[in-house]
């Protein structure tokens, strides 16, 4: 069963950076496709940047130019870098991966998500 941890959350100052990473565990398993949501209380969760097994990226509007997402694929790790952060980037960020487990034979498609981490922003 392929598992996900976030880390990388916290307290940053209006301007700052933070980087968030989502690391992938199991005993078989290739990663494909990995996006980062937030989701404010109440609202829907969104998507702020994905990125392929290919590297292709992609971004939500309002984090372009200032958010960056990366992969290390040795280490099933996916990261996401925040600079010039603002206030209204302070969210719940949340990973989700897709892929293939080859635990069973003949192997399963997976979507997981990991348990968020939470971001605050300073003004």
């Known amino acids: 069963q392929v598992q996900l941890v976030e880390s990388g959350g916290g307290l940053a100052q209006a301007g700052g950076s933070l980087r968030l990473s989502c690391a992938a565990s199991?005993?078989?398993?290739?990663?494909?496709?990995v996006g980062w949501y937030r989701q404010a209380p109440g609202k829907q969760r969104e998507l702020v940047a994905a990125?392929?097994?290919?590297?292709?990226?992609s971004f939500a509007d309002s984090v372009k130019g200032r958010f960056t997402i990366s992969r290390d694929n040795a280490k099933n790790t996916v990261y996401l870098q925040m600079n010039s952060l603002k206030p209204e980037d302070a969210d719940v960020y949340y990973c989700k991966a897709e892929g293939r487990d080859y635990t069973t034979s003949g192997g399963q498609d997976f979507e997981v998500w990991g348990q968020g981490t939470l971001v605050t922003v300073s003004s």
């Open positions: 990125i392929t097994s290919g590297g292709s990226t």
């Open positions: 199991g005993r078989f398993f290739a990663m494909n496709a």
